[in-house]
């Protein structure tokens, strides 16, 4: 326009069918033939607008600037034929190394091309003499994120141009379901299959039972990636196990089946099987100890009759009991049996789980006595951020609305807390002069096929079952990402070897997210 002239402000037009495309093209044919004023070139614009409007139907189509406000109309985006430059790689990040804009064309429908030529940051190929992250640096083979993994090293994400490099890495665990390739394997969500498969119910390798719980990664020691470093089968003192009866693993445990991949570890003071299950071949619950008590003619195990004894020291030398109950009779482990796993934990993890499921045929008449099994999940870890894992390590406890510990085993019954839950309501605690009346039993369906729904007279009162069942709980830890952990799984007697209890162990997972440790009713 000429200097002074007044230029017309952009308006909303209103058009409909037909007289929109002719407005449309007497204005382009304005434009073509020089009269290139702002208002005509505003005017090219809406009514071409208005023209792609039309095309929709008869409908009035109201456009203003380069969007139409109605639903289902297509506004061009730009002038067809007209080419410019392009870049879909992070900003800042064009021009630096092999990264380069490219070019992006107009279509006849006024609608943009995909950009051609340009080329956006990639995997770093080391020795290559090139930039192809383009973080500025050639080859080079630094760790930008402080993850412990360079980009050389196998790091797909060492810059925040990826979101959160640090916990994307070759040493984390593949998260399902988060369209993301944490593993740096170059596949999206492919977490692995479960890997329990055909192992025979009386193997004495630890690693199989540690696959019968969905860990199937194994690692160096003196690595850096995620996975199971040993696996071993011992006694509770550390010692070597002596029988195989305590321990299998079972595709299922009476109607019980396993809450991931194909199998479950079962650990036992007595039989580790179930009516109808072989090697080991079941027999009655009652009194079935291995002998592996002091004081009762049996040869001492290698290692003793001890307990763990970090747990026993974090308790003062004597083994807790669920609040109210009396203490142990004594500090012996008597019958057990322990998995010892010595992990690397996945870079990205903050938390562990794990699914148990505990029976007893101490329940009715030996709860809150000073003869109860146990079993505990001891835990080894550096984590010391909120919700820190207890001090005594074990995971394997429930704890209170009153925030009082209670040990994994019959006793979490005492007090009618609801978390042991596969059994009959009525009278418990028998040997003593004063037993208590247990309310919330849920039912005995998950003892059915087990053992533990045998009748036994010689109870609390007529017609009881042989014993009861927490039904499945989920135990939780919280970890630290690239450390090594020791998690160790011991089941045993106190006090004497009657009356055997047994653990289902399963689904063995991390998580990205801290935990409140402990036990949860699933």
């Given at each position: ?111 943009w ?68 390739d ?27 039972f ?11 020691p003196?690595?850096a ?10 006694r ?52 079935t ?47 057990g ?9 996945p ?14 045929t ?9 003869y ?48 042991f ?59 630290v990402g ?26 063995f ?5 801290a ?8």
């Amino acid at each position: 326009p000429r200097r002074g002239s007044r230029v017309r402000p952009p308006v909303a037009v209103v058009v409909t069918g037909r007289e929109g495309w002719h407005r449309a093209q007497r204005e382009r044919s304005r434009y073509k033939s020089g009269v290139r004023s702002q208002a005509a070139v505003h005017h090219l614009v809406l009514l071409s607008l208005a023209a792609a409007g039309a095309a929709c139907g008869a409908e009035t189509r109201t456009c203003a600037g380069l969007a139409c406000a109605v639903d289902g109309s297509i506004a061009p985006a730009c002038e067809p034929g007209v080419e410019e430059p392009c870049y879909t790689g992070p900003s800042g990040s064009a021009g630096v190394g092999v990264c380069r804009a490219g070019t992006r064309s107009c279509d006849p429908s006024g609608q943009w091309r995909a950009c051609a030529g340009e080329v956006v940051p990639g995997p770093e190929v080391c020795g290559n003499g090139g930039d192809d992250n383009c973080s500025g640096a050639v080859d080079e083979d630094v760790d930008l994120d402080g993850d412990g993994f360079s980009t050389c090293a196998g790091d797909c994400c060492d810059s925040g141009s990826c979101g959160t490099p640090g916990l994307i890495n070759p040493g984390a665990y593949d998260v399902a379901g988060n369209s993301v390739d944490d593993d740096c394997d170059g596949a999206v969500d492919n977490t692995l299959a479960t890997c329990d498969d055909g192992i025979t119910s009386d193997t004495t390798d630890g690693l199989a039972f540690a696959r019968s719980l969905e860990l199937c990664t194994t690692a160096e020691p003196d690595g850096a990636r995620w996975g199971v470093i040993s696996a071993r089968l011992l006694r509770p003192s550390g010692g070597q196990v002596l029988v195989a009866e305590g321990h299998a693993v079972r595709p299922a445990f009476g109607v019980n089946t396993p809450r991931a991949g194909a199998s479950l570890a079962v650990f036992s003071t007595g039989r580790a099987a179930a009516p109808g299950d072989v090697a080991p071949t079941f027999v009655p619950m009652l009194s079935t100890g291995h002998c592996y008590g002091p004081g009762l003619g049996c040869p001492v195990p290698d290692g003793g009759f001890g307990v763990p004894a970090d747990f026993l020291a974090a308790h003062a030398g004597t083994l807790p009991n669920a609040p109210g109950c009396p203490p142990p009779r004594d500090d012996k482990a008597r019958d057990g049996s322990m998995l010892e796993l010595v992990v690397r934990v996945p870079t990205n993890a903050r938390s562990l789980a794990l699914d148990a499921n505990f029976f007893t045929t101490e329940y009715p008449p030996w709860t809150c006595s000073p003869y109860n099994d146990m079993f505990v999940a001891l835990l080894d870890s550096t984590y010391a951020g909120p919700s820190p894992n207890p001090p005594d390590k074990n995971i394997a406890q429930y704890f209170d609305p009153a925030g009082q510990a209670y040990p994994l085993g019959v006793n979490l019954v005492h007090g009618d807390t609801g978390v042991f839950r596969q059994c009959q309501n009525g009278l418990i605690g028998c040997w003593d002069e004063q037993p208590e009346m247990v309310t919330r039993c849920e039912g005995t369906d998950g003892l059915v096929g087990t053992g533990y729904d045998l009748h036994y007279e010689d109870t609390c009162f007529p017609g009881s079952l042989a014993g009861g069942a927490t039904d499945w709980l989920a135990i939780r830890g919280n970890v630290v990402g690239g450390e090594v952990i020791t998690l160790r799984l011991a089941i045993w007697d106190t006090a004497d070897t009657l009356n055997d209890s047994l653990v289902l162990l399963d689904h063995f997972r991390w998580s990205t997210e801290a935990s409140a440790p402990g036990v949860v009713v699933q």
